[in-house]
């Protein structure tokens, strides 16, 4: 106050001469509440690949041992919201899942080859598979989360397969053909050693187009893909060493038997006898086998178009956002109130366990602009779905008078909004994009099944521009400049300096000079500011500038360089169709120059479809150039690919009986079956093979060989089948995300199993058969 400012008539003028000083707070520009009580709230981030459960583990430690003993009396420190609670109940429910799908993996390998010794030589195959991936997942840097979890539980049906076929063969030779333990396990391993290799690099190479995927999808199952590569490979290499070992050591075929295996026996050999004599119909039959399949693959595209579309399943990851907006103009304590009233909305649902609103006024927002993190009790414990409480709060929060406000999910690819449907209208005029953004709006909210259409765009703001009169005010000496710090020294204020209220503290406060906030209420208090010419003569500012009450933009949003009005909605359609409706509207309203651009979760999911279609692509040429190599073939690779579209057919279908959706991970499950259904089909043709080489014609082959190799198909089957049942079946954390991959999958090899046995020996009967009638009709020439 004593601060000497200036010298009139030769007496000294101090601060407190001309102005009042305070020791005060800052201006108030924000605020936060946190269940009911206004709080400050600090977020934490973690940087890119960090470990997010080893990063809150550390910062609940640090807070327990190191902040909360020096808080002040009357200070609580609460965590309103943690990322890790999700991702720990997730990998709880899938290792839960692993130990469930590894007892009945080893239920199904004991059913069939009835022996305790033949289950536990092939069940060693998984802790030894699974620590060879677990290794890969260490020294690649990946961590044990959903992704990597998911492709464990799946190498646990996978894994196993090659030992089974191993197994099954070295004990048919046993049994059948050589009493000696080491000659049966060398003959009967290497008998299947080449289908074994092939049906190996077959699930590779599906793989190869998944790790290489670019954009947010490729980087998101790289580590599934690099997992099952690892875990399959350890597989082979297992099957071919330790399996024949453990064989001719300790494999025994058993004279006396209890009931239950022969009755287990009785049951398998009925099924072999009525698996031969429909194997012998469809021989007889083959063409009309073969044009009813095809029928069949021809009519399943109805399913493809009626099963719904989206990016990513919304999953109950138990906590969710609420968006709030008030009119313009709305100050601070009106909008705490709108708050209240919002929270006391949440207070009734018990499930519902704590609130944290931010963003009052912060975070580049208006001050009627407000965004909260709600948390509610762990998925088990709840009646409602998160789905069916959004619905339910959706409705009781649109009644909330005098503001909007809706709950929506909480972002999985970033940024502030976790609407599935996100989407600009661009221009290079922004009241022009204004314009056609509320058309394009008007006509959306019309269009049922899109949901609300949050336009994040209000060119309505009341506002004060000032147009200085240049020529005049530069006669006077003013610039634009002048004019405009003038401006906001006395209504906003300016920091001048720092000082040291304690010197050697480190406190360092902001010294700020402004206007007596009650000397400017009105447009007309502004020609009050006086500015001081060359002359030193004081100049009010209407002088050289005039005040003018116009309506602007709240805020100016760009993308792309160009103005752009932003659309959120969470729509009740699938998302294909709500993107669909959306270009629709588009294209009737915007005008030459504009143009329309999805982003999130809705732009990932048209660059996820093309993605996904240059993974099938690629993985099916793979998948040939591996067969035609090992088959030293370039028919039989046909044959075998057959079953791929049956394949395709049963995943469609069980996602379209089971309500899920064709997404990401459903997807990558379809793209999965490409690999897992051909290993059945090599496992057809190589004894087929084998038959025909012993000089037996193509349908004697054929009869003689597929119903031994039933079994061996059914078990690889039924493994990879009973692996995945428990996350298909599964109700807990992760479930919306593990459901659709594990039910593709599932379903896929239910009707490939099936139409393997039946479909693939037509197939090979009428290609091969033809092929052999151009080389008799040649033969002579």
Same mark, same amino acid.
């Given at each position: 106050?004593?601060?000497?400012?200036?010298?009139? &008539?030769?007496?000294?003028?101090?601060?407190?001469?001309?102005?009042?000083?305070?020791?005060?707070?800052?201006?108030?520009?924000?605020?936060?509440?946190?269940?009911?009580? #206004?709080?400050?709230?600090?977020?934490?981030?973690?940087?890119?690949?960090?470990?997010?459960?080893?990063?809150?583990?550390?910062?609940?430690?640090?807070?327990?041992?190191?902040?909360?003993?020096?808080?002040?009396?009357?200070?609580?420190?609460?965590?309103?919201?943690?990322? *890790?609670?999700?991702?720990? #109940?997730?990998?709880?429910?899938?290792?839960? /899942?692993? +130990?469930?799908?590894?007892?009945?993996? %080893?239920?199904?390998?004991?059913?069939?080859?009835?022996?305790?010794?033949?289950?536990?030589?092939?069940?060693?195959?998984?802790?030894?598979?699974?620590?060879?991936?677990?290794?890969?997942?260490?020294?690649?840097?990946?961590?044990?989360?959903?992704?990597?979890?998911?492709?464990?539980?799946?190498?646990?049906?996978?894994?196993?397969?090659?030992?089974?076929?191993?197994?099954?063969?070295?004990?048919? /030779?046993?049994?059948?053909?050589?009493?000696?333990?080491?000659?049966?396990?060398?003959?009967?391993?290497?008998?299947?050693?080449?289908?074994?290799?092939? %049906?190996?690099?077959?699930?590779?190479?599906?793989?190869?187009?998944?790790?290489?995927?670019?954009?947010?999808?490729?980087?998101?199952?790289?580590?599934?893909?690099?997992?099952?590569?690892?875990?399959?490979?350890?597989?082979?290499?297992?099957?071919?060493?330790?399996?024949?070992?453990?064989?001719?050591?300790?494999?025994?075929?058993?004279?006396?038997?209890?009931?239950?295996?022969?009755?287990?026996?009785?049951?398998?050999?009925?099924?072999?006898?009525?698996?031969?004599?429909?194997?012998?119909?469809?021989?007889?039959?083959?063409?009309?086998?073969?044009?009813?399949?095809?029928?069949?693959?021809?009519?399943?595209?109805?399913?493809?178009?009626?099963?719904?579309?989206?990016?990513? =399943?919304?999953?109950?990851?138990?906590?969710?956002?609420?968006?709030?907006?008030? =009119?313009?103009?709305?100050?601070?304590?009106?909008?705490?109130?709108?708050?209240?009233?919002?929270?006391?909305?949440?207070?009734?649902?018990? &499930?519902?366990?704590?609130?944290?609103?931010?963003? +009052?006024?912060?975070?580049?927002?208006?001050?009627?602009?407000?965004?909260?993190?709600?948390?509610?009790?762990?998925?088990?414990?709840? !009646?409602?779905?998160?789905?069916?409480?959004?619905?339910?709060?959706?409705?009781?929060?649109?009644?909330?008078?005098?503001?909007?406000?809706?709950?929506?999910?909480?972002?999985?690819?970033?940024?502030?909004? $976790?609407?599935?449907?996100?989407?600009?209208?661009?221009?290079?005029? @922004?009241?022009?994009?204004?314009?056609? %953004?509320?058309?394009?709006?008007?006509?959306?909210?019309?269009?049922?099944?899109?949901?609300?259409?949050?336009?994040?765009?209000?060119?309505?703001?009341?506002?004060?521009?000032?147009?200085?009169?240049?020529?005049?005010? %530069? !006669?006077?000496?003013?610039?634009?400049?002048?004019?405009?710090?003038?401006?906001?020294?006395?209504?906003?204020?300016?920091?001048?300096?720092?000082?040291?209220? &304690?010197?050697? !503290?480190?406190?360092?406060? &902001?010294?700020?000079?402004?206007?007596?906030?009650?000397?400017?209420?009105?447009?007309?208090?502004?020609?009050?500011?006086?500015?001081?010419?060359? $002359?030193?003569?004081?100049?009010?500012?209407?002088?050289?500038?005039?005040?003018?009450?116009?309506?602007?933009?709240?805020?100016?949003?760009?993308?792309?360089?160009?103005?752009?009005? =932003?659309?959120?909605?969470?729509?009740?359609?699938?998302?294909?169709?709500?993107?669909?409706?959306?270009?629709?509207?588009?294209?009737?309203?915007?005008?030459?120059?504009? *143009?329309?651009?999805?982003?999130?979760?809705?732009?990932?999911?048209?660059?996820?479809?093309?993605?996904?279609?240059?993974?099938?692509?690629?993985?099916?040429?793979?998948?040939?150039?591996?067969?035609?190599?090992?088959?030293?073939?370039?028919?039989? =690779?046909?044959?075998?690919?057959?079953?791929?579209?049956?394949?395709?057919?049963?995943?469609?279908?069980?996602?379209?009986?089971?309500? /899920?959706?064709?997404?990401?991970?459903?997807?990558?499950?379809?793209?999965?079956?490409?690999?897992?259904?051909?290993?059945?089909?090599?496992?057809?043709?190589?004894?087929?093979?084998?038959?025909?080489?012993?000089? @037996?014609?193509?349908?004697?082959?054929?009869?003689?060989?597929?119903?031994?190799?039933?079994?061996?198909?059914?078990?690889? *089957?039924?493994?990879?089948?009973?692996?995945?049942?428990?996350?298909?079946?599964?109700?807990?954390?992760?479930?919306?995300?593990?459901?659709?991959?594990?039910?593709?999958?599932?379903?896929?090899?239910?009707?490939?199993?099936?139409?393997?046995?039946?479909?693939?020996?037509?197939?090979?009967?009428?290609?091969?058969?033809?092929?052999?009638?151009?080389?008799?009709?040649?033969?002579?020439?």
């Amino acid at each position: 106050e004593q601060l000497v400012v200036a010298y009139r &008539d030769n007496a000294p003028l101090q601060l407190r001469d001309i102005a009042q000083v305070v020791d005060g707070l800052e201006d108030r520009r924000g605020a936060a509440k946190f269940n009911g009580q #206004e709080a400050v709230g600090l977020g934490i981030v973690k940087v890119s690949n960090a470990n997010t459960v080893a990063i809150v583990d550390e910062v609940r430690h640090r807070i327990e041992t190191e902040i909360e003993p020096q808080l002040p009396p009357g200070l609580q420190l609460s965590i309103s919201s943690d990322d *890790s609670l999700f991702v720990r #109940e997730m990998v709880a429910a899938l290792e839960e /899942h692993l +130990i469930l799908g590894t007892l009945l993996t %080893a239920l199904v390998v004991w059913a069939f080859l009835k022996s305790i010794r033949s289950t536990l030589i092939i069940a060693t195959a998984i802790p030894i598979s699974l620590l060879g991936a677990v290794a890969l997942i260490y020294f690649m840097g990946y961590t044990l989360n959903s992704m990597t979890l998911l492709a464990l539980l799946l190498l646990i049906g996978i894994v196993v397969d090659d030992a089974i076929v191993v197994l099954e063969n070295i004990f048919r /030779h046993r049994e059948e053909l050589d009493p000696d333990p080491r000659s049966a396990a060398i003959n009967g391993t290497s008998e299947v050693v080449f289908a074994v290799l092939a %049906a190996t690099l077959s699930l590779v190479s599906i793989f190869v187009p998944v790790i290489f995927m670019g954009g947010i999808i490729g980087r998101f199952f790289e580590s599934f893909a690099v997992v099952v590569v690892a875990g399959v490979l350890v597989s082979w290499f297992v099957s071919m060493t330790l399996t024949p070992m453990l064989c001719s050591r300790f494999l025994q075929v058993e004279e006396h038997h209890g009931g239950l295996y022969y009755w287990l026996e009785r049951m398998f050999r009925a099924l072999e006898r009525w698996y031969g004599g429909l194997l012998g119909r469809a021989l007889h039959y083959r063409w009309t086998v073969v044009i009813v399949t095809w029928l069949i693959v021809l009519g399943s595209a109805w399913f493809f178009k009626e099963v719904g579309k989206e990016f990513s =399943p919304e999953q109950d990851e138990s906590r969710f956002m609420v968006m709030m907006r008030a =009119p313009l103009g709305t100050g601070i304590d009106a909008m705490l109130s709108k708050v209240t009233q919002v929270e006391e909305v949440l207070a009734g649902y018990d &499930d519902i366990v704590t609130s944290f609103f931010v963003g +009052i006024g912060t975070s580049g927002r208006q001050l009627n602009e407000a965004w909260g993190f709600a948390r509610m009790t762990p998925k088990e414990e709840r !009646d409602l779905s998160q789905q069916e409480l959004l619905g339910r709060l959706s409705a009781e929060l649109a009644a909330v008078p005098g503001i909007r406000a809706f709950p929506i999910p909480v972002p999985s690819l970033g940024g502030t909004r $976790g609407e599935p449907l996100q989407f600009v209208v661009r221009g290079p005029n @922004l009241e022009e994009v204004g314009r056609v %953004a509320q058309e394009l709006q008007r006509r959306l909210l019309a269009e049922p099944g899109l949901g609300y259409m949050d336009l994040d765009l209000n060119l309505e703001l009341p506002q004060y521009q000032l147009v200085i009169d240049r020529i005049r005010a %530069a !006669d006077l000496g003013f610039s634009a400049r002048d004019v405009a710090t003038a401006v906001n020294v006395m209504i906003g204020g300016v920091d001048a300096a720092k000082y040291n209220d &304690d010197p050697g !503290d480190g406190e360092r406060y &902001d010294l700020r000079i402004k206007g007596e906030d009650a000397a400017f209420t009105t447009a007309e208090d502004l020609s009050k500011i006086y500015l001081r010419s060359r $002359g030193g003569q004081m100049i009010r500012i209407d002088t050289v500038a005039s005040i003018r009450q116009t309506l602007g933009p709240a805020s100016i949003s760009r993308y792309d360089l160009r103005y752009a009005a =932003p659309f959120y909605s969470k729509p009740e359609l699938p998302l294909a169709e709500a993107i669909a409706k959306v270009q629709e509207h588009a294209d009737a309203v915007l005008p030459a120059g504009y *143009s329309l651009k999805f982003k999130g979760q809705s732009e990932e999911f048209s660059k996820t479809a093309s993605n996904m279609l240059f993974a099938f692509a690629l993985a099916t040429v793979l998948l040939y150039m591996v067969l035609a190599s090992q088959f030293n073939s370039f028919l039989q =690779p046909f044959i075998i690919m057959t079953a791929q579209p049956l394949a395709m057919v049963g995943g469609v279908v069980a996602l379209w009986l089971t309500g /899920h959706t064709l997404n990401t991970y459903s997807m990558i499950g379809l793209v999965l079956l490409i690999g897992l259904v051909a290993k059945n089909a090599i496992l057809l043709v190589d004894i087929t093979n084998q038959r025909r080489e012993r000089g @037996l014609s193509i349908d004697e082959a054929l009869r003689e060989a597929c119903p031994i190799r039933l079994r061996p198909v059914l078990m690889t *089957s039924f493994t990879v089948i009973l692996a995945m049942l428990p996350a298909a079946l599964g109700a807990g954390p992760g479930a919306e995300t593990n459901g659709p991959l594990s039910v593709a999958v599932i379903g896929g090899m239910v009707s490939s199993t099936f139409l393997t046995l039946v479909v693939i020996p037509p197939v090979y009967s009428i290609l091969e058969g033809a092929l052999q009638w151009l080389h008799d009709r040649r033969a002579p020439e």
